[in-house]
């Protein structure tokens, strides 16, 4: 019984985590006005034939704040990637010096900044479900064990031990998304 109560406490653990984990992904996705390379994560480059991830073709680099530098391996793919990241749809105006795809990032308007604090609140709240999922999903493992007898106190600890992490990474949460929206109103 000990063993399925630690095997229950640790999964659950685990579950938060990779929701806090998944969040902290998205949010690397949500520009803040600043050159990233985790922006272009999502760009693929047609490459001898198969799509590939432009981190695998090219160098990604940032030499100042505004700007995001990407240095093809192979100079004949140079206009491919231009033309992948036009066609990624990111607003980003990708230009090239034949040997160097330079991107400059725009700085946000105050309402583009609005949009981008609403896409981070709706990543947090995706996160708090996946937590809260977690916790409906071991109180309900908790039951089961209660029902194959676990005592009425030991039911109780367990659930209390749960709610505990459940508020731990709801709070984790909480502290991510105020640093991503300080981040983003930074002008």
């Known amino acids: 019984m000990e ?18 984990k998944h969040f902290e992904k998205e949010l690397l996705r949500i520009r803040a006005g600043k050159a990233n390379p985790v922006m272009l994560d999502t760009v693929r480059v047609e490459y001898y034939g198969s799509m590939t991830p432009l981190s695998q073709v090219a160098n990604i680099n940032t030499p100042d704040a505004r700007t995001l530098s990407v240095q093809p391996w192979e100079k004949k793919m140079i ?5 992948a990241i036009m066609n990624a749809n990111l607003g980003l105006n990708p230009q090239n010096n034949g040997e160097v795809v330079m991107i400059n990032i725009p700085p946000l308007t105050e309402e583009r900044r609005r ?10 709240e995706f996160a708090r479900v996946g937590i809260r999922n977690a916790r409906k999903e071991a109180n309900d493992e908790i039951k089961k064990l209660g029902n194959n007898g676990l005592s009425e ?20 949460v909480e502290k991510l998304l105020e640093i991503k929206e300080k981040d983003i109103m930074t002008v």
């Open 3 to 20: 063993e399925e109560i630690e095997f229950l406490l640790d999964a659950t653990k685990e579950r938060m985590v990779g929701a806090i």
């Open 79 to 83: 206009t491919e990637i231009e033309r």
């Open 115 to 124: 949009d981008l604090i609403k896409s981070a609140k709706a990543e947090a």
């Open 153 to 172: 106190d030991q039911v109780k600890d367990l659930e209390g031990e749960v709610q505990e992490l459940t508020n731990k990474f709801t709070a984790d």
